[in-house]
């Protein structure tokens, strides 16, 4: 007997930002060059917390990190990460 996607995944209960990645994202191979900078860059984030928390930030995070633009971002300044570290949208480090 071949198991179900709800008794195979431990979705939290009324996320739907959770159960949306899971169905429409998870497992799905991505090859768009930003898209794959972007999980990277929240796998980094994720370092120590939950992937729902991440997921729930990250609207936040891609305001904040200009779409996880990497051409954006590489010209980031000092001064951009101070304003990143005041931003209590996303996660900084205290």
């Avoid at 998870?26 to 860059?41: H, L, S, T």
């Avoid at 729930?56 to 980031?76: G, K, M, N, T």
Wanted: glycine content about 4%.
């Amino acid at each position: 007997m071949t198991a179900t996607p709800e008794e195979f995944c431990l979705i939290p209960e009324n996320d739907e930002v959770f159960q949306r990645y899971h169905d429409e994202e998870w497992g799905v191979p991505v090859v768009c060059d930003r898209a794959i900078f972007e999980k990277v860059c929240l796998e980094g984030f994720q370092s120590g917390l939950s992937w729902q928390t991440i997921l729930h930030r990250r609207d936040a995070l891609r305001q904040a990190f200009d779409d996880f633009s990497p051409a954006l971002l590489a010209r980031y300044s000092d001064s951009d990460v101070q304003r990143l570290m005041g931003n209590s949208r996303i996660i900084t480090r205290e």
